[in-house]
T-cell receptor, first 116, second 110 residues
Framework: DTGVSQDPRHKITKRGQNVTFRCDPISEHNRLYWYRQTLGQGPEFLTYFQNEAQLEKSRLLSDRFSAERPKGSFSTLEIQRTEQGDSAMYLCASSFTGTVTRNEQFFGPGTRLTVL | GIQVEQSPPDLILQEGANSTLRCNFSDSVNNLQWFHQNPWGQLINLFY???GTKQNGRLSATTVATERYSLLYISSSQTTDSGVYFC????????????FGDGTTLTVKP
């Protein structure tokens, strides 16, 4: 399977615990994105990387959230001191941007987080 | 920021019917994608269509960028077409932030 993969697919945690999610993009893609989706809403942008550089962060990404892409390949999203409001589907996407003006994003299956 | 509105929010069809889903956006965009979200939450790429018309089987899409809207047509709908359809826009190819609408939930009854 050469698509975007995410791990774990489901995570149940207690309020106050830290959680970390992983995303592996399509191998030749240089951009990687994180989104969050709550019930009945469209995905909301959190942050994105071009190679290993984090180029943009949403206001939604509070101090408790941190994302890394240390070698420009896989990425991790960590949430510290989880709150019930963090319960959502966390989606990762990747794309390739080069000399051709096209930025088509491909999504992984998501990680569903439930905070009790 | 850019606003994206999708209509209708909900659509119920009998199998075999045709439908049109609409996506309006508030500013000029360079990228527009249509997705189908399956019951497990996976977003499936349907079209990359910043302008013009494309067709893929029973699905087709048209984007009129100058008038800031896109349409997704589903013909001869099947029960497997059920799910949520999203459009997502990107203001600039070099920007990272895609803005999604809230989706159209399609239910196709047998």
């Amino acid at each position: 399977d050469t698509g975007v993969s995410q791990d774990p697919r489901h995570k149940i945690t207690k309020r106050g615990q830290n959680v970390t999610f992983r995303c592996d993009p399509i191998s030749e893609h240089n951009r990687l994105y994180w989104y969050r989706q709550t019930l009945g809403q469209g995905p909301e942008f959190l942050t994105y990387f071009q190679n290993e550089a984090q180029l943009e962060k949403s206001r939604l990404l509070s101090d408790r959230f941190s994302a890394e892409r240390p070698k420009g390949s896989f990425s991790t999203l960590e949430i510290q001191r989880t709150e019930q409001g963090d319960s959502a589907m966390y989606l990762c996407a990747s794309s390739f941007t080069g000399t051709v003006t096209r930025n088509e994003q491909f999504f992984g299956p998501g990680t569903r987080l439930t905070v009790l | 920021g850019i606003q994206v509105e999708q209509s209708p929010p909900d659509l119920i069809l009998q199998e075999g019917a045709n439908s049109t889903l609409r996506c309006n956006f508030s500013d000029s965009v360079n990228n527009l994608q249509w997705f189908h979200q399956n019951p497990w939450g996976q977003l499936i790429n349907l079209f990359y269509i910043p302008s013009g018309t494309k067709q893929n089987g029973r699905l087709s899409a048209t984007t009129v960028a100058t008038e800031r809207y896109s349409l997704l047509y589903i013909s001869s709908s099947q029960t497997t077409d059920s799910g949520v359809y999203f459009c997502a826009v990107l203001k600039s190819t070099n920007a990272g932030k895609s803005t999604f609408g809230d989706g159209t939930t399609l239910t196709v009854k047998p």
